[in-house]
Each structure stands twice: as C-alpha cells, then as structure tokens.
T-cell receptor
Framework: EDQVTQSPEALRLQEGESSSLNCSYT??????LFWYRQDPGKGPEFLFT???AGEEKEKERLKATLTKKESFLHITAPKPEDSATYLC????????????FGAGTRLAVHP | GAVVSQHPSWVICKSGTSVKIECRSL??????MFWYRQFPKQSLMLMAT???????TYEQGVEKDKFLINHASLTLSTLTVTSAHPEDSSFYIC???WGQGVGEQYFGPGTRLTVT
C-alpha cells in the first residue's frame, strides 16, 4: 500500500538553528515528490518538485533532496516567518496525477 | 503565476441547505482540478478529481450525490454540498494543474464551511 510518513510530527527551533524534516515514502513507481508549505487557515503553497533520486532543489533558506526511499527538507538559519506546517506528497505511476499526502511537520521557529 | 482562487472564503449555513463553492484558476487553464477536505490538525483528504467536460471521479467513501462537482470550463470547478449537516463542517480546498504529465498542483486558499 502506498504510504507517506513525515517526521518529526512537530519541531521547535530557535531562530538560526538549522534542521531537517524527513519524508519517507513507499510507493510503486514514483513519478514525483512534492513539498508544500501550509499556514494556518490557508491552502498549501507549492515549494518544490523532485523527480529522481539524487535531485536537489533550493529556494532561499530551504533545500529539498531526494533518495530512493525518502526526501529531506533542510532549513538553514530559519526565521520566525518560516513557521508553518510542511507537507510532503507523492505522485505515482497509474495514479492519475493524484497526490498522496503525509501528515505534515508543524514547524515553530522562535526568536 | 499559477494562482487559484476560491469563493467564498468562509460560509455558515443551516442544516439541510445546500452550499456551492467555486474554484477558479486565474492565470492558466486547468486540465484537472481536485477537491480536498481538511480537518483540524490533519492532512488533506482527497475527495474527488475532475477533468473539464467529464464527470468527476470520487474517492472511496465520498458520497457523490452529496458532494456534487462540476468542472464546467478549463478555469472553473464547483463543489456543491447538498443537504448539509454539521458533520460536513470542514475546511474545503481545491487545487488545479495543467497538462497530462507529472506536475505540481496549485492550491486555492480554502473555504471554511460551518453548518449549524
């Protein structure tokens, strides 16, 4: 059965304290892995798409990496405005472009 | 680019009435639109997938007669919650994508539905 597991469930960081969020997946025929950011009461905001193992993408303080079993979202020197829930999702072959979401990691960055 | 809007952003209705939520892709043509619902502190649950001009495909356990989806054009999809009950109260979010290949979905801001 297709599964996406994110850890930790919640993470509290001090401003400037770098860390990583994990997304492990079990899916037959990965077509793409997606990272989104969601603020309370809002829809998810697209961050990155990764297609194959070894791929990396960066945007400001965020860097996403992908292996054959998991993806990491690295946050370098976070700021309080990075506080949000980060969602990981996968799309698989034969999945009609549907996304399978993980439960998310709630990140709180304190000054 | 890739902006998706939803209307209304919040709605309160009485039990037994119907509510329509609109989802629009503002700067691209959406070949596929998706409807999700999200409960507090939970992840997104896919309700249905709709392609322009076709009937929606509903996920297992989602009542298609209760949640009516219409994808009338390449920029508009609507979700109608019929005969709403308090248990239908939730955060409803739509997303849209273009093309047939692998690609990201862009999400609307969501609609908070409260049924009293």
């Amino acid at each position: 059965e297709d599964q996406v597991t994110q850890s930790p469930e919640a993470l509290r960081l001090q401003e400037g304290e770098s860390s990583s969020l994990n997304c492990s997946y079990t899916v037959s025929g990965l077509r793409g892995l997606f990272w989104y950011r969601q603020d309370p009461g809002k829809g998810p905001e697209f961050l990155f798409t990764l297609y194959s193992a070894g791929e990396e993408k960066e945007k400001e303080r965020l860097k996403a990496t992908l292996t054959k079993k998991e993806s990491f979202l690295h946050i370098t020197a976070p700021k309080p405005e990075d506080s949000a829930t980060y969602l990981c999702a996968v799309s698989r072959s034969g999945g009609y472009n549907k996304l399978i979401f993980g439960a998310g990691t709630r990140l709180a960055v304190h000054p | 680019g890739a902006v998706v809007s939803q209307h209304p952003s919040w709605v309160i209705c009485k039990s037994g009435t119907s509510v329509k939520i609109e989802c629009r892709s503002l700067d691209f043509q959406a070949t596929t639109m998706f409807w999700y619902r999200q409960f507090p502190k939970q992840s997104l649950m896919l309700m249905a997938t709709s392609n322009e001009g076709s009937k929606a495909t509903y996920e297992q356990g989602v009542e298609k007669d209760k949640f009516l989806i219409n994808h009338a054009s390449l920029t508009l999809s609507t979700l109608t919650v019929t005969s709403a009950h308090p248990e239908d109260s939730s955060f409803y979010i739509c997303s849209a994508r273009w093309g047939q290949g692998v690609g990201e979905q862009y999400f609307g801001p969501g609609t908070r539905l409260t049924v009293t």
